[in-house]
């Protein structure tokens, strides 16, 4: 059963980029069979897909964080990546890697889900 | 965007009634070709991750209890506890995976 693992660093300082990696075990991240997501959760509000990666790089991006988000995979680690630049306060937020299935595509329902990395934006 | 709306944002039941969960898609996420609604439910308890309970609308995930129950097609949808327990006091998100992902506000249960 695939597990996925977030790590990076909780504070990040504004108008700096966040920079988070998910870690796939019980899987490989190379498979044709999975996209690999990224979902965030402020403190106490809702959901908010942030972008989907296939195997071969191609990225798909929440069109309202497209101009900032960068996502990226290395196989060789078995992990993969996102970047959020010129990051504010409103970026603090959970922040979940998930696999989106189902549809066969970037969009899916999202299961597993890794246990979540809170990332706050202050100086 | 296909922007998802819960109601109520949060519900009172007493222990072994029924809860029930509603969600409206401002577009139909029925897809005609295969006649699937587009359409996921999640539990989520303080400090976890979302867990998955329904997709395609009315299908139970593996290991999710079969009080647990997902109704509704195209724009207007359900999600039915029929007899709360009180470990289902959680917060639960409906979500359209029919184009690119949104979730509802989300529907706070609690035990009256």
């Known amino acids: 059963q695939v597990q996925l693992q977030e790590s990076g660093p909780g504070l990040v300082q504004p108008s700096q980029t966040l920079s988070l990696t998910c870690t796939v075990s019980?899987?490989?991240?190379?498979?044709?069979?999975?996209?690999w997501g990224w979902i965030r959760q402020p403190p106490g509000k809702g959901l908010e897909w942030v972008g989907s990666i296939f195997y071969g790089g191609t990225t798909y991006l929440n069109p309202s964080l497209k101009s900032r988000v960068s996502m990226s995979a290395d196989p060789s680690k078995n992990q993969f990546s996102l970047k959020l630049t010129s990051v504010t306060a409103a970026d603090t937020a959970v922040y979940y890697c998930?696999?989106?299935?189902?549809?066969?595509?970037?969009?899916?329902?999202?299961?597993?889900w890794g246990q979540g990395i809170r990332v706050t934006v202050s100086s | 965007d296909i922007v998802m709306t819960q109601s109520p944002d949060s519900l009172a039941v007493s222990l072994g009634e029924r809860a029930t969960f509603n969600c409206k898609s401002s577009?139909?996420?029925?897809?005609?070709?295969?006649?699937?609604?587009?359409l996921a439910w999640y539990q989520q308890k303080p400090g976890q991750p979302p867990h998955l309970l329904i997709y395609w609308a009315s299908t139970r995930e593996s290991g999710v209890p079969d009080r647990f129950s997902g109704g509704g097609s195209g724009t207007d949808f359900t999600l039915t506890i029929s007899s709360l327990q009180a470990e289902d006091v959680a917060v639960y998100y409906c979500q359209q995976y029919y184009s690119t992902p949104t979730f509802g506000q989300g529907t706070r249960l609690e035990i009256k």
């Open positions: 577009q139909s996420v029925l897809y005609s070709s295969n006649n699937k609604n587009y």
């Open positions: 998930g696999i989106p299935r189902g549809s066969g595509s970037y969009s899916g329902w999202f299961d597993p």
């Open positions: 019980g899987g490989s991240i190379n498979s044709s069979s999975y996209y």
